[in-house]
């Protein structure tokens, strides 16, 4: 099923062109799905040549078994106490709680994450932001926390970002066999990036900036996948 999330805007003009973004709706995805059998389901009667097919970081990461309950996580205590330097936001807590932050240590590694974080202690002294995430990189920047407004059970688990995203994009197109892009992202109310594309660089950047408002939402509207067509 497709359609609009309440307070998100169906269309978006960039550079003077008008695309429809098209969320489609599924089930709660979960660890024993299979991915390209769920976009199938969902998306595969909905898609034309020429759209664009992006779908959420986030459900490519649960069907690899990348999502953890918190209760499993035993943060160390370097996690405990990098993680209260973190900011915090409405939009989530990313690395804000000791469970997050040590799977970043897992994932990037203990020197690259104590690299970031020096310098980001450095740099916001002087009023500049976002040096940590920049200095981590996209595995930690792709980290899901748990938020009350997640659908469950995802409120209170963990989710890395997905595995070969840029096989996965190539995966899903394969399977769709038609003439389109698929992007996997990692889309949320601040912006986004892409994580994995069959598409140019020139296209995945124009695609960001289509899905800056986020037209899949951040809350519980169970669309981790869309469409972008030219209206």
């Known amino acids: 099923m497709a359609g609009a999330n309440e307070g998100k805007n169906l269309e978006v003009v960039v550079d003077g062109v008008r695309y429809q973004r098209i969320p489609i709706k599924t089930h709660v995805v979960m ?20 759209d664009v097919l992006f779908v959420t ?58 690299f970031a974080a020096a310098v980001a202690a450095v740099t916001k002294a002087f009023g500049r932001r976002g040096d940590f995430y920049r200095i981590a990189g996209p595995k930690a920047r792709a980290i899901d926390g748990p938020t009350k407004n997640t659908i469950p059970p995802y409120d209170s688990q963990v989710v890395l970002g997905p595995a070969r995203p840029d096989g996965v994009a190539a995966d899903i197109k394969a399977a ?11 889309i949320n109310d601040f912006g986004g990036n892409i994580l994995g594309s069959t598409s140019t660089r020139a296209l995945s950047d124009l695609m960001v900036r289509v ?6 939402g951040q809350d519980r509207q169970s669309t981790p996948m869309g469409i972008i067509r030219k209206a």
Request: charged share 25%.
């Open 211 to 216: 899905l800056k408002d986020n037209p899949l």
């Open 176 to 186: 769709l066999g038609k003439q389109l892009d698929v992007l996997v992202v990692d």
């Open 31 to 50: 660890r024993d799905d299979v991915l390209l059998d769920v976009v199938q389901k969902y998306a595969g009667s909905l898609v034309q040549d020429g």
């Open 57 to 114: 970081e986030k459900i490519v990461g649960i069907t690899q078994g990348r999502a953890f309950p918190l209760e499993e996580i035993q943060p160390r205590k370097l996690a405990v106490t990098l993680s209260k330097y973190v900011t915090k936001t409405s939009h989530g807590i990313g690395l804000g709680i000791p469970e997050t932050m040590e799977m970043a240590l897992r994932e990037c590694g203990t020197p690259r994450i104590l």
